[in-house]
């Protein structure tokens, strides 16, 4: 599947459904190639999905990431068969095993070892029955991968990764374990904020609500940050993570994914006026040319 090189990567459930359809309509009308929607305790990525790729005409859309712990896998194999056989292929599924305290602590369910459960749960969406119209072409599938386990387990039993949170040297990483054929379909936080003192004081908000998050923490310290630079959300950790300055600098920091074997690069941008449930429409139209 074409990702197109850009995407945006936006959480929706501070929007009316009308106003996700506008918003949608007008990230394609920029030129983007996906829109990337995930999944926590709001709205169904399933609904959501469909409904944005009703409202659009060659927008792919992709979940990032749908959680496996809340549907079993014949259900997610159907959802991802009947999305995109109505959309003509313009539905790419992501999927991820989120993380202990999410699971556990807010839904009550049982985590389980991240590689040997996402690797079941392929093997259950391969062996499950469809009955129903296949789409044209078969669904595309990344989970989302960070360790080098779960990158392994992503060329392998699926289409690709879509790391979450990382950086340029992460994606270079990625690509040494996944091989050449791949999809590696990368997040990037952006700010188009050029004073570093602010863009910084906008970033550790946007970081502070992963901070806590184990796979999150194990990562960043395999990319070379350390215990301190995360608890404190120092500096180098905001600039390893986060993209900011004017619109030619991060473009630049696209490009270093691009040059480390990215595939595509999903920006997430971070809204300089602090209101992180409103879309920076100024990032995105200086950064989709």
Request: glycine letters at 8%; a negative charge.
């Amino acid at each position: 599947m074409d990702t197109g090189k850009l995407g945006v990567w936006y959480f929706f459930d501070g929007l009316t459904s009308s106003d996700a359809a506008k918003a949608a309509q007008r990230i394609e009308s920029l030129g983007f190639g996906t829109l990337w929607i995930p999944e926590t305790v709001g709205k169904s990525p399933v609904v959501m999905a469909s409904w944005l790729l009703g409202n659009t005409q060659k927008l792919n859309v992709a979940t990032g990431i749908m959680n496996i712990y809340h549907r079993e896998p014949g259900v997610t194999m159907a959802a991802q068969k009947s999305l995109a056989e109505q959309s003509n292929g313009r539905f790419l599924l992501g999927l991820g095993v989120s993380h202990k305290p999410l699971v556990e602590g807010v839904r009550g369910l049982k985590y389980g070892p991240p590689v040997a459960t996402m690797r079941s749960y392929l093997q259950g969406m391969a062996a499950a029955p469809y009955s129903s119209i296949e789409p044209t072409d078969p669904p595309a599938t990344v989970i989302a991968a960070l360790g080098p386990k779960m990158l392994e387990l992503a060329a392998a039993a699926s289409q690709g990764a879509h790391p979450y949170f990382s950086s340029p040297e992460h994606t270079r990483f990625a690509r040494e374990i996944m091989g050449p054929d791949a999809m590696l379909c990368v997040e990037q936080k952006v700010i188009l904020e050029s004073n570093p003192d602010k863009a910084r004081e906008l970033a550790r908000p946007v970081a502070k609500i992963y901070q806590a998050l184990p796979n999150y923490r194990n990562n960043w310290l395999r990319m070379g940050l350390t215990e301190d630079d995360i608890n404190n959300l120092s500096d180098k950790f905001i600039d390893t993570t986060f993209a900011w300055g004017n619109a030619d600098a991060i473009k630049s920091r696209i490009q270093e994914h691009m040059d480390a074997g990215a595939t595509h690069v999903c920006l997430q941008p971070v809204n300089p006026n602090g209101n992180f449930g409103e879309l920076h429409w100024e990032s995105l139209e200086a950064l989709s040319t």
